[in-house]
Nanobody
Framework: VQLVESGGGMVQPGGSLRLSCVAS????????MSWVRQAPGKGPEWVSS????????YYADSVKGRFTISRDNAKNTLYLQMNSLKPEDTALYYC???????????????????WGQGTRVTVSS
């Protein structure tokens, strides 16, 4: 199993980025997928999740209305469109596959089957 994130970078406040996560080694379309971030010196923070068909999406209050999660099951790819970025969005962003049955807002690393290596997002003027 591999989860490979890309799309991070440095952006000014108010800017946008689109993160991607390409999955391999499992039937991507069969699993809920999540984005989790970790800011410097802080613990993991759940950001967003999307169910298998893409019809159900969930967001942390801190990103609701600014971030949009989506997936393309034909391309085995998860996305996170991030708009109106703020300095407090600065973090390492991980694509992760939560264990079936766990609360999707979990930040416990052992409640995820797999994590990517992360892609860094820096929001600064």
């Amino acid at each position: 199993v591999q989860l490979v994130e890309s799309g991070g970078g440095m952006v000014q406040p108010g800017g946008s980025l689109r993160l991607s996560c390409v999955a391999s080694g499992f039937t991507f379309s069969s699993y809920t997928m999540s984005w989790v971030r970790q800011a410097p010196g802080k613990g993991p923070e759940w950001v967003s999740s999307i169910r298998t068909g893409g019809g159900s999406t969930y967001y942390a209050d801190s990103v609701k209305g600014r971030f949009t999660i989506s997936r393309d099951n034909a391309k085995n790819t998860l996305y996170l469109q991030m708009n109106s970025l703020k300095p407090e969005d600065t973090a390492l962003y991980y694509c992760a596959r939560p264990r079936p049955g766990v609360q999707i807002t979990t930040t416990k690393k052992d409640e995820y089957d797999y994590w990517g290596q992360g892609t860094r997002v820096t929001v600064s003027s």
